[in-house]
Structures are given as C-alpha cells and as structure tokens.
C-alpha cells in the first residue's frame, strides 16, 4: 500500500515530552533583568511533536497547512513533525515519550492499548474508511461475492481485517473458497494480472493504476464502507500521562490541525503547494499529491458531512471498528470504550 495503509519512519529522536508548563522570556524591548512597566513577558512556546504513520504526503495534509499557516504558533505552539516509515511504530513512539501524539489506525491503536500501552484517542479526523478492493472489469467480480475462486491481495500485517469481514459476512473462507495473498507496497501485481483483486486505498493505489492508463470505466471496485465492514482510520492519540497535565495543550493542537485541514480541504492545490516542501525529493509528483488531497477530503468530511464535527469520534463508527478487531483477533476482548477514547479534547478545541 505504498504510502498509504502502512505506518511509520525513522526519527528517533527520544526527546522528553513537554510539560506544558510556559516559562516567561524577556520582553525584547527591555532589559534582560527585567520587563519594561506594563509589559507582559513573552512566553516561550509549547512544544509538541507529532508522529505520522507514513512518510509527508496529503495524507497528512492538514498538519502541514496548519503549521505553514501559523496556527499552532497562534495558539503559542511549537509544533515538529515527524515523518514515519517502515521501521516506526506510532503508538510506541508516543508511549516512550518520543512523541507527545500520534496518528494511526484505530485497529493498530486498540491492539497497542490492549498491550498495555498508556494511550488513549482524542480525535477522529478520517470519518470514512479509504480501502476498497480493485479489480479489471475482465476479472468478472462485480461484487464481493464474485471474489470465489479468485486470488485477492492485502498488505497484511494488520490491514487485512476489513476484507476478513467482507469474507464472513459473504460466507467466504479465505483459505478455501479464495486465495488470499500478501500483496506488495506497488500495484505491479494487480498490473501484471498476477491479483484478480488488489487491495488500494482510495486516495493512493487506486490512483496509482489509473495513472498506468487504465480507465475507471474498465475497473470494478468494492467499498468497504459501502458494504458496511468499513474500520475507521487516521486518528490522534495521546499518551494518557502526558494527557492529564496538558490537556489544554492537546485542545490547542486540535483545534490548529483542524483549522489546517478545513483550509486543505477547501484549497487542495495550496495545501499540496505546503505538502510539498516537505516531501522527500523525487519520492512522488505533485498531481499524485493533488488527486490525493482530493480523495483524502472526501474521507475526512464526507459529502454531507457537518463541518462542525471536523475531529468528533463518532461511537457507532468506533464500535464497529472494535468489534471487527475483536471478530478477528486484532484484540482479545471487548475493548472498553469508555476509555479508548475522549472526545473532551475536541469540545475543549470547539470553544
């Protein structure tokens, strides 16, 4: 899934969280031993670091936007991003302090908090999940039903559960009535017609095999919010101890990365423009950003969608969510909804 379904890069950098506690600075109109008469002292910055689950692209378009822009330093924020990778796993960057939040699947997020990991989600920004599965219309799958006998790729490696659900809920077992196969980071399988049904995110593979020619015409594809298995995707969480003393720092971050992803989503072009500064050179093109960012705004505010609930974790959307990955062994057991997730982080940003 190239640079889409899977997580994480390789900055390291074990940096301690920030206490969010501001520490005064001399005015710079006034001694250094103190502020001139009726001057407040300048307050130094928050900082913040937030980790991506993959590399700079618009899938993560709004933090860009936001921190270009200046929101997080209106908000008096110092806010560095940290490009993911193969090699980095988001949650346990944020559990050991290297990161203050981080953006992953929420299928990977209650995994790692069942593990033990002191997380918890504070906002949802995808709203829809972006899976589907493509297929050449020559393949005859018109539908999930079509998948038997047929060979259907996935990255795997905890990607897989949505088509799982697909599977079940047609009564097809994927080790006997298909064959289901790891898929690689490109669609040259699904090219080659080595994959009957490949697996593509909306706003990045799929985008990839029409950018080789092929027609939507001559392509069928399965959505997994369509046929109701969809899991909720990009999400922020925190590390609960960092949480509980820097709350009004996290609203703060939240509600500058949500002004960034309204403007992305409002201005595609500008906000793949700051993408872009910050995409490693020569890794993707500016029109894959752009019908990225497009794709990526209609996961984040649907059609229809009320603005107004821009980051809102919906608990019909997550319960489904978890209870596909307690279906297929992502979790154990049930998980506790009461504290997987807090929307007061976002109704602290709404103020």
């Not at 038997?148 to 905890?158: S, Y």
């Not at 489904?320 to 506790?336: E, P, R």
């Amino acid at each position: 899934m190239t640079a889409a379904a899977c997580g994480n890069n390789n900055n390291n950098d074990p940096a301690a969280s920030p206490s969010g506690s501001e520490s005064a600075s001399p005015s710079a109109s006034a001694p250094a031993s103190s502020p001139a008469a009726g001057e407040t002292p300048a307050a130094d910055p928050v900082k913040v670091k937030l980790q991506l689950k993959w590399v700079p692209q618009a899938q993560f378009a709004g933090y860009f936007v936001a921190q270009e822009k200046g929101y997080y330093a209106e908000e008096g924020l110092e806010v560095e991003i940290l490009p993911g990778g193969p090699d980095i796993v988001p949650e346990q960057q944020v559990a050991n302090g290297a990161a203050d939040i981080g953006i992953d699947w929420v299928a990977s997020l209650l995994a790692h908090q069942e593990q033990g990991l002191p997380l918890v989600e504070i906002s949802q920004i995808y709203q829809k999940s972006g899976l589907v599965l493509v297929s050449k219309k020559s393949a005859g799958i018109a539908g999930p039903a079509d998948l038997k006998g047929k060979k259907v790729g996935n990255w795997m490696g905890g990607n897989e559960f949505e088509l799982l659900a697909l599977f079940d809920k047609y009564k097809l077992d994927p080790n006997k009535d298909l064959s289901f196969a790891k898929q690689g980071f490109t669609m040259d399988q699904f090219l080659s017609g080595e994959l009957d049904a490949a697996s593509a995110m909306t706003y990045n593979e799929y985008q990839v095999v029409l950018e080789q020619g092929i027609p939507a015409t001559d392509l069928n594809v399965i959505d997994m919010n369509a046929e109701g298995v969809a899991m909720l995707e990009d999400n922020l969480f925190a590390n609960k101890d960092w949480l509980a003393k820097n709350k009004e720092t996290a609203a703060k971050f939240v509600r500058a990365s949500l002004k960034g992803w309204k403007d992305a989503i409002a201005d595609p072009a500008g906000a793949v423009d700051i993408v872009m500064k910050s995409a490693e050179e020569g890794s993707t093109s500016k029109d894959h950003q752009l019908k990225m960012m497009e794709e990526v705004a209609k996961l984040v505010a649907p059609e229809g969608f009320d603005l107004a609930k821009l980051g809102y974790i919906d608990e019909a959307a997550f319960k489904q969510t978890a209870d596909i990955a307690l279906q297929f062994g992502v979790i154990a057991k049930a998980a506790d909804l009461t504290t997987a997730y807090t929307n007061e982080i976002v109704e602290m940003a709404s103020k």
